[in-house]
């Protein structure tokens, strides 16, 4: 935990929250990441007086949402090994020399969802390159939105659907697929006596309650170390 205290990354008015040892060790993780991720941009900005920076374009972004025994993807639903939105939504961010200088520091609609399936597709339109393949692209170009804000019918969050995952045949202690359409989601699980499938708000980001509308302490509390406060995670 040297780094966790070394760097002084995390914010010092959630040191209460930080106490966790759990957590201490993300934050380490998050830290160490953190710097060496500077000391490569840093690199890259210096090399040929910036010009390698220029041509540069970087997109960070998580393959899921962290594990039940390491993290707390709150407010969302679920982790790691599950498609909740728990455990397939995750950050990602768009930076580089390359990007419009005006959409530095810019939110990205969060109603326009991204699929890691429309990386390939949205970088060859950012290089100017087609796909030269047969079949049809998955993913969509989302070239346009990133750099100049420009949301097209194709992209848009509305009416997108996404096929999560389907494995019809080997879940009986796994999730066994999903498909979302606009902001809604049908979930597909046979981990639980009966098979259910069922609907729910994808952009859901309210707290893990009970039917009566109490916090669920075990989903909420999973790692022992206390509720998050509000506005720690969003």
């Known amino acids: 935990l040297d780094l966790y205290y070394e760097t002084q990354c995390m914010n010092r008015e959630s040191e209460d929250w930080m106490d966790c040892e759990q957590h201490q060790v993300m934050q380490a993780q998050t830290s160490c990441a953190d710097l060496a991720l500077q000391r490569m941009l840093e690199h890259l900005q210096n090399l040929q007086d910036g010009k390698v920076w220029q041509q540069t374009l970087l997109i960070w972004l998580s393959d899921n949402g962290a594990p039940v025994w390491e993290g707390d993807n709150s407010p969302l639903r679920g982790a790691k090994k599950e498609i909740y939105e728990g455990g397939v939504r995750t950050p990602m961010f768009v930076s580089g020399g390359y990007l419009n200088a005006e959409r530095y520091g810019a939110v990205f609609d969060t109603s326009t969802p991204v699929h890691v399936v429309d990386i390939y597709p949205t970088i060859l339109a950012a290089a100017n390159l087609h796909h030269l393949g047969h079949k049809p692209l998955d993913g969509k170009n989302q070239w346009h939105a990133i750099q100049s804000d420009i949301i097209s019918s194709e992209i848009d969050g509305s009416r997108r659907e ?17 498909y979302r359409y606009g902001p809604w989601k049908f979930v597909w699980s046979q981990n639980t006596d009966t098979p259910t499938m069922y609907w729910y708000d994808a952009y859901s980001t309210q707290p893990r309650r009970n039917d009566d509308g109490s916090v669920n302490e075990a989903q909420s509390d999973y790692l022992g170390c206390g509720q998050i406060p509000r506005g720690i995670q969003s």
């Open 162 to 178: 996404f096929l999560y995952n389907v494995d019809p045949e080997y879940c009986e202690t796994i999730m066994c697929g999903a």
